[in-house]
């Protein structure tokens, strides 16, 4: 107890008390100092003083008359505090860039994800878990915007890292393999896809339970692949199951529902099992509009597969106007060259050729042309 005798009795000068004030004011620093009193003086002989000065820089420019030296942090202090900081505003950047992603504002979402990776990747190194996550947030956008050759070896890296650090089991991974695994079917890539979106489906079953969200998107994503393929009989039951998840534990007007009964009516459609594939489109449509707004890459999706519904069922008077407003939504979230852009051209062009209007029909079919031509390595979405 000797060293706290000494501490009290350094305490008893009011210049000590005012260092101490200004280290950080009050009855909490006076308590620090007695437990550094406690743990440290009886193994060293050294004055309080010369104690408190440790890892702490001085400077006799003192603010206000009748204070003792002005402390400031150590070099390596400061350094810890503006990596805090950097991270702060890393966690800032990627919640305004997803949330403009959400938004289907995709353009003003590309610089705050990519500020938000480059910081992680100075601060935390390139094998972190928040760094997976940034390089998965702009691997989505490049996605989304059709950049397939800048998005896969983003996935590609998220999941390295994921897998190295949480193992081969962890819902995180699922995240990634699912991501990665539909990159590939928007190339056309299904024997890749599907091993991916298999092991996505079984962590999710092994780790999330029977009845969770994300169980019902690798259901979907699973069942997309099959769709895509032709494969309508493995694809349903699917389907199915991820829309009773969906409605049970997200409710009736949730956005990630309006996802499984697109999913759904796009089935429907395919098999032109269309009384069926109408009302699930039209209630997807419904409530995307109401959570998402009238201008979200996921309205137009809707639009489109409503369209070609009508068109086939030649009720063009309905099918023309969908088009439009599809095309429309399109161009202004995605840009006029997107192979999004390109489909709903195509499939524009096919109702005007059905009705009589084949000069108009050819001028859609050679823009989207061009914008194949753009993208010729990589192969749109169906």
């Given at each position: ?5 000494r ?9 000590h ?7 950080g004011g009050?009855l909490?620093v006076v308590g ?7 743990t440290y003086?009886?193994k ?10 440790q890892?702490?820089?001085?400077t006799?420019?003192s603010p ?5 030296p002005?402390i ?9 505090i503006q990596?805090?900081?950097d991270?702060?505003l890393a ?5 305004q860039g997803?949330a403009?992603f ?7 979402a590309q ?10 990747e ?6 972190h878990t928040?760094?997976a996550?940034s390089?998965?947030?702009?691997a989505?956008?490049?996605?989304a915007?059709g ?11 998220a ?10 089991d962890h819902?995180e991974?699922a995240q990634s ?8 079917q928007?190339?056309g890539r299904?024997a ?10 079984t962590?999710?079953?092994q780790?999330?339970g029977p009845?969770?969200p994300d169980l019902?998107?690798s ?6 692949l099959?769709r895509?393929?032709?494969?309508y009989?493995?694809?349903e ?8 998840i ?6 009736p ?8 009964l697109n999913?759904?009516a796009?089935?429907?459609a395919a098999?032109?099992?269309y ?15 109401k959570?998402?707004g009238p201008?979200?890459?996921?309205l137009?999706?809707s639009l489109?597969?409503?369209a070609l ?6 009720r ?17 979230a995605?840009g ?6 390109a489909?709903?051209?195509e499939?524009?062009?096919?109702l005007?050729?059905a009705?009589d ?24 979405p169906?």
């Amino acid at each position: 107890m000797d060293g706290l005798k000494r501490l009290w009795g350094w305490l008893a000068d009011p210049g000590h008390r005012a260092r101490l004030a200004w280290l950080g004011g009050g009855l909490a620093v006076v308590g620090a100092a007695l437990w550094i009193a406690y743990t440290y003086f009886p193994k060293q002989e050294a004055e309080p003083s010369q104690l408190l000065s440790q890892g702490i820089e001085t400077t006799q420019d003192s603010p206000a008359a009748g204070h003792g030296p002005m402390i400031r942090p150590s070099s390596a202090d400061t350094a810890i505090i503006q990596q805090d900081d950097d991270l702060a505003l890393a966690d800032d950047l990627s919640h305004q860039g997803m949330a403009l992603f959400e938004a289907g504002d995709y353009t003003q979402a590309q610089e705050p994800l990519e500020r938000a990776l480059a910081i992680r990747e100075k601060v935390l190194g390139p094998d972190h878990t928040d760094v997976a996550q940034s390089l998965n947030n702009l691997a989505l956008l490049y996605t989304a915007q059709g950049h397939y050759d800048q998005a896969e070896p983003l996935y590609q890296r998220a999941l390295a890292i994921r897998e190295k650090a949480l193992g081969p089991d962890h819902p995180e991974l699922a995240q990634s393999l699912n991501n990665l695994a539909g990159l590939y079917q928007a190339q056309g890539r299904y024997a890749e896809a599907e091993p991916l979106y298999q092991r996505a489906l079984t962590i999710a079953e092994q780790d999330l339970g029977p009845d969770h969200p994300d169980l019902a998107q690798s259901l979907n994503n699973l069942a997309e692949l099959y769709r895509a393929q032709g494969r309508y009989a493995e694809a349903e039951p699917l389907y199915q199951r991820a829309l009773t998840i969906a409605e049970q534990a997200l409710g009736p007007n949730h956005p990630d529902l309006g996802q499984s009964l697109n999913n759904l009516a796009l089935l429907y459609a395919a098999q032109e099992r269309y009384a069926k594939a109408e009302p699930l489109y039209q209630r997807a449509l419904a409530i995307w509009e109401k959570a998402l707004g009238p201008d979200h890459p996921h309205l137009a999706t809707s639009l489109n597969g409503l369209a070609l519904l009508y068109a086939a069922q030649e009720r063009y008077d309905e099918a023309e106007p969908l088009y439009q407003r599809a095309l429309a939504i399109w161009e202004k979230a995605l840009g006029p060259d997107h192979p999004a852009v390109a489909t709903t051209l195509e499939d524009y062009a096919n109702l005007l050729q059905a009705t009589d209007r084949a000069a108009k029909a050819e001028s859609l079919k050679e823009r989207a042309q061009t914008i194949r031509s753009q993208h010729a390595d990589e192969k749109p979405p169906d």
